[in-house]
C-alpha cells in the first residue's frame, strides 16, 4: 500500500524540511520566549537572523566604528568633585564599535529603520528618507552630538523626535534619577516607540543591547524578535522586557494607537 503523503506537493515537503532543519540550527542559541509576542536569542546575529522568518520590520541601532572609549575616566564640571577624574561607569566597550558597520545584510527588510546610518563607512542607498533624533531641544550646544539619524525605506518625508539627552541629563522615562544606565549606547524608550509605530507586524533587532526596541513592542502589543551577542545585556532585556510585560501594554489587543506625526 502507498504511504499516505503527508505534504501535498514536493515544494511543500521542501519547504517543511527547510524550516526543521531551521529550528535545529536556532536551537543551539540561548533563547528566551517571553509571552506569545517576544523571543530573544544570544548569539552572532549575523548567523541568527537568516534562520529567522516572519520578520516584516527591522529597526536597530548597530555599533557603526565609533570606537568610543566607554572605559576611559570622565572628567568632573561639578564643583564638589573639583574637576577630579569620575570613575568610568563602564567596564569593556560595545561589541563591534571597533570596525565599520556594513548595512547591506539588513536592507533586504520590507520596512528598514537603521540608527546611525549617516555615519556607516558604506552608506545606505539614496532612496528612502530620514529619521532625526534631535537630543538638544532648546538648549545650547556642547560636547555632545546636537542629535542622530536614522535611515528608512519608509514612504514618508524627513521626521523630528524631539527629547533632551545630554549624559547623565535625559528627558523621560530612563532619567537616571529614575534608574541608572543600562548600557552606555542606550536608546530612550519613546524613541524607539516612535519607530516602532511607524512600522508594521514583527519588528527583529539583531543588535538589541538592553532590549530598548522590545520594551517598545511590548508596550505597543508588537511581536517582536530580538538578538544580542553579549550575555550581559542580553539578560538585562530579559529582564526589562519582562518587566515591561508585568507593567502591560499600553493599547490593549485589537485596538490601535492613534498615528502622531503631526505632533513630531
Ligand atoms: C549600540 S548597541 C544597542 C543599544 C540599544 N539600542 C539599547 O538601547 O540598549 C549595539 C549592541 O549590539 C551588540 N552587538 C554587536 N555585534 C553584534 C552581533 N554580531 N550580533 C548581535 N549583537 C551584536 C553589542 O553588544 C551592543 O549591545
Not at 195 to 210: A, F, I, N, Q
Request: proline share 10%; aromatic share 10%.
Amino acid at each position: 500500500m502507498p504511504r499516505p503523503r503527508t505534504y501535498p506537493t514536493n515544494a511543500a515537503r521542501q519547504q517543511a524540511y527547510r524550516q526543521r532543519r531551521r529550528a535545529r540550527h536556532l536551537q543551539q542559541y540561548p533563547c528566551e520566549q517571553l509571552g506569545e509576542l517576544v523571543t530573544l536569542y544570544c548569539g552572532d546575529a549575523h548567523i541568527i537572523a537568516p534562520l529567522l522568518t516572519g520578520i516584516n520590520a527591522l529597526i536597530t541601532d548597530p555599533p557603526y566604528g565609533t570606537q568610543f572609549d566607554f572605559t576611559k575616566h570622565r572628567r568632573s564640571r561639578q564643583p564638589l568633585q573639583e574637576g577630579k577624574p569620575l570613575e568610568p561607569r563602564w567596564t569593556t566597550n560595545v561589541t563591534g564599535d571597533d570596525r565599520p558597520f556594513d548595512p547591506q545584510p539588513w536592507l533586504r527588510y520590507r520596512q528598514v529603520i537603521l540608527w546611525g546610518a549617516d555615519c556607516y563607512y558604506a552608506p545606505p542607498p539614496n532612496s528612502g528618507s530620514w529619521l532625526v533624533w534631535d537630543k538638544k531641544v532648546d538648549g545650547t550646544s556642547d560636547d555632545f552630538s546636537d542629535g542622530e539619524m536614522a535611515w528608512t525605506n519608509l514612504p514618508q518625508p524627513l521626521r523630528i523626535h524631539r527629547q533632551k539627552w545630554r549624559g547623565i541629563i535625559r528627558a523621560g522615562e530612563a532619567n537616571v534619577s529614575h534608574r541608572g544606565k543600562l548600557h552606555p549606547a542606550e536608546k530612550p524608550p519613546e524613541l524607539m516607540r516612535w519607530c516602532v509605530r511607524k512600522t508594521t507586524g514583527t519588528v527583529l533587532d539583531p543588535y538589541m543591547g538592553s532590549g530598548t526596541t522590545g520594551v517598545a513592542c511590548v508596550r505597543l502589543g508588537r511581536p517582536f524578535v530580538g538578538i544580542e551577542i553579549e550575555r550581559k545585556y542580553f539578560d538585562i532585556a530579559c529582564a526589562r522586557i519582562e518587566e515591561a510585560f508585568k507593567q502591560g501594554t499600553l493599547f490593549p489587543p485589537g485596538v490601535q494607537p492613534a498615528k502622531q506625526e503631526a505632533l513630531w
